[in-house]
Nanobody, 126 residues
Framework: VQLQASGGGLVQAGGSQRLSCAAS????????LGWFRQAPGQERELVAS????????MYIDSVKGRFTISRDNFKKTAYLQMNALKPEDTAVYFC????????????????????WGQGTLVTVSS
């Protein structure tokens, strides 16, 4: 399985950005997907996750109401729509896939993810 994240860039505070994660290989619809981020000098953190069925999602508190995770299983692509961006959202964003999750479950455990994309940098200016 290969994951390719894209869509990062420079955006002003309050603006929006949409990240994409294109997958190849594997059975995309059976994978739980997650978006992670890592800010300079900080540990990588899970931002959001979505089940293979796209019926279950989770978000960390700091992005609830601002970020939306989604997926298109026909296009084998996941998305992270980010609105009302803040400078503290500045980070390298990674997508990851868990091949062993239940079809209806997202995945909170970062150690459960099997495959990772290369990361895309999002910079939010104040």
């Amino acid at each position: 399985v290969q994951l390719q994240a894209s869509g990062g860039g420079l955006v002003q505070a309050g603006g929006s950005q949409r990240l994409s994660c294109a997958a190849s290989g594997g059975t995309f619809g059976h994978m739980a997907l997650g978006w992670f981020r890592q800010a300079p000098g900080q540990e990588r953190e899970l931002v959001a996750s979505i089940s293979g069925s796209a019926t279950s999602t989770m978000y960390i508190d700091s992005v609830k109401g601002r970020f939306t995770i989604s997926r298109d299983n026909f296009k084998k692509t996941a998305y992270l729509q980010m609105n009302a961006l803040k400078p503290e959202d500045t980070a390298v964003y990674f997508c990851a896939a868990d091949l062993d999750s239940n079809w209806w479950s997202y995945q909170r455990d970062a150690h459960a993810y099997d495959y990772w994309g290369q990361g895309t940098l999002v910079t939010v200016s104040s």
